[in-house]
């Protein structure tokens, strides 16, 4: 079944620290992977896609993630983090041809001071 | 100039009533969503409709019903409220019905059932 994990539930790190939260996606072909973040509160903002090409994406807020297809892994990374970076983060993944986008069980991201 | 709003942020209701949740978007898109997500923040589709039209319904009690008077509208019906109807509830908006595209999320409807 098409799925996505992502395997941390919860993670700490301080502020000016790196970042790298985790996902891994089960598809029979390259799906289409997002990133959105959603502060507290608030409803989902997207942070990232990845469609195809170059496998290190850029986006929003400082933030860049990698697709690895041997891995079936697109990883979230951001070099430095500030408070604000404070959020839940979801990876999702779509198929072509598919109508819905799949989304993981969400990574909540605390900062530590 | 708000993409997509919902309304009303706060739903406190007892078990057994009925009540509804609205949703617009002023972005031009075909396609909207219903999520429900959970306490532990698991978000779960509900329906989908493009161009007014149901495409997506996952195996969701028929105590919910979603209505499409136009594309830039999708309401949210639900009979008999249970206690474990409550979550939060987001609608999202998405240019067509396909895998690859962004989808635009409003700020939730956190519905409490006493």
């Known amino acids: 079944a098409q799925s996505v994990t992502q395997p941390d539930i919860h993670i700490t790190v301080s502020e000016g620290a790196s970042l790298e939260l985790r996902c891994n996606y089960s598809y029979g072909a390259t799906p289409y992977l997002f990133w959105y973040v959603q502060s507290p509160g608030q409803g989902l903002q997207l942070l990232l896609k990845?469609?195809?090409?170059?496998?290190l994406v850029q986006g929003i807020k400082g933030f860049e993630a990698e697709f690895k297809r041997s891995q079936s892994s697109f990883n979230l990374r951001k070099p430095s983090v500030h408070w604000s970076d404070a959020a839940e983060y979801f990876c999702?993944?779509?198929?072509?041809?598919?109508?819905?986008?799949?989304f993981g069980q969400g990574t909540r991201l605390t900062i530590n001071p | 100039d708000t993409a997509v709003s919902q309304t009303p942020k706060y739903l406190v209701t007892q078990m057994g009533n009925d009540k509804s949740i609205k949703c617009e978007q002023n972005?031009?898109?075909?396609?909207m969503y219903w999520y429900k997500q959970d306490s532990k923040k698991f978000l779960k589709i509900m329906f989908s409709y493009n161009n007014k039209e149901l495409i997506i319904n996952e195996t969701v009690p028929n105590r919910f019903s979603p209505k499409s008077p136009d594309k830039a509208h999708l309401n949210l019906h639900i009979n008999s409220l249970e206690l474990g109807d409550s979550a939060v509830y987001f609608c999202a908006s998405s240019p067509m019905a396909y895998g690859g595209n962004e989808q635009f999320f409003g700020p939730g409807t956190r519905l409490t059932v006493l």
């Open positions: 999702a993944a779509g198929i072509q041809g598919a109508q819905k986008l799949v």
């Open positions: 990845y469609f195809s090409g170059d496998t």
């Open positions: 972005l031009g898109h075909d396609t």
